[in-house]
Every structure is written in structure tokens, then in C-alpha cells.
């Protein structure tokens, strides 16, 4: 029963966070495809031993990657707003005022130096 668990926590992990497994950019089919394998595995395991343990560790493992395929695939449909700025793209013009001590920042007057822009998205 560790097998199948183990097989699906990796799965969850090349999800949520594959650059530390060696994947930097998986395939969707990677995770998923490991999520499905490790629960179909508990779910054949189980067959194989008696008791509520089997069972309830394969009804969490096949909850669990349903959560974490849902969340793939959700997050997945959303495409760039349109309008949004592209990779290469000049930066629109930003002006600011810096928590750190209130002084005013003005994006165009760093044109030229090397300046790190980091934008979050804003609707989920």
C-alpha cells in the first residue's frame, strides 16, 4: 500500500511544484497520468487486504489527485487577458510610491538600466 501512495504523492508534487523534481515545464499528462496510475494502484491493492485501512487510503488518494486535477485543469483553461502585455514587450509607463520610505518611483527614468518588473495577476 506504500507503492501506490508514494506514486501518487509524486504525482501531486510534479503539480504543484516540479521544478524541484527535475521537471521544469511537465506536460499535463505527466502529473496526471502519475496521480491516476497511483490510484488506480490503492484501488487494486485494496482488493488484496481486508479492513477499513485499505479502503479509507484509497479514498483519500483518489480525492486528493481529483483536488489536484481540478486545479490543473481549472487554472489551465484561463488564458492571457486580452490586451495583456507579451514577453518582449515595452513595459507600460508605472508610477509609484516605495513602502520602504515613501519616496516616488517613475519606471521611465530607469530606462536603460536593468530593472526587474514582476506583475501578479489579478484575477483568479
Same mark, same amino acid.
Request: net charge positive.
Given at each position: 500500500?506504500?507503492?501506490?501512495?508514494?506514486?501518487?504523492?509524486?504525482?501531486?508534487?510534479?503539480?504543484?511544484?516540479?521544478?524541484?523534481?527535475?521537471?521544469?515545464? =511537465?506536460?499535463?499528462?505527466?502529473?496526471?497520468?502519475?496521480?491516476?496510475?497511483?490510484?488506480?494502484?490503492?484501488?487494486?491493492?485494496?482488493?488484496?487486504?481486508?479492513?477499513?485501512? =485499505?479502503?479509507?487510503?484509497?479514498?483519500?488518494?483518489?480525492?486528493?489527485?481529483?483536488?489536484?486535477?481540478?486545479?490543473?485543469?481549472?487554472?489551465?483553461?484561463?488564458?492571457?487577458?486580452?490586451?495583456?502585455?507579451?514577453?518582449?514587450?515595452?513595459?507600460?509607463?508605472?508610477?509609484?510610491?516605495?513602502?520602504?520610505?515613501?519616496?516616488?518611483?517613475?519606471?521611465?527614468?530607469?530606462?536603460?538600466?536593468?530593472?526587474?518588473?514582476?506583475?501578479?495577476?489579478?484575477?483568479?
Amino acid at each position: 500500500m506504500l507503492l501506490p501512495l508514494l506514486l501518487t504523492l509524486l504525482g501531486a508534487l510534479a503539480a504543484v511544484m516540479p521544478a524541484p523534481l527535475g521537471f521544469p515545464d =511537465p506536460p499535463d499528462f505527466v502529473p496526471l497520468g502519475m496521480l491516476a496510475a497511483g490510484t488506480l494502484w490503492a484501488w487494486l491493492a485494496r482488493r488484496k487486504r481486508k479492513g477499513r485501512g =485499505p479502503l479509507v487510503l484509497a479514498t483519500t488518494q483518489t480525492l486528493v489527485a481529483l483536488a489536484i486535477a481540478y486545479w490543473m485543469l481549472g487554472f489551465s483553461a484561463y488564458g492571457a487577458a486580452s490586451g495583456a502585455p507579451a514577453a518582449g514587450d515595452k513595459a507600460p509607463p508605472i508610477t509609484a510610491t516605495r513602502v520602504r520610505d515613501g519616496a516616488r518611483f517613475d519606471l521611465a527614468a530607469e530606462r536603460g538600466h536593468p530593472v526587474l518588473l514582476v506583475f501578479f495577476r489579478g484575477k483568479w
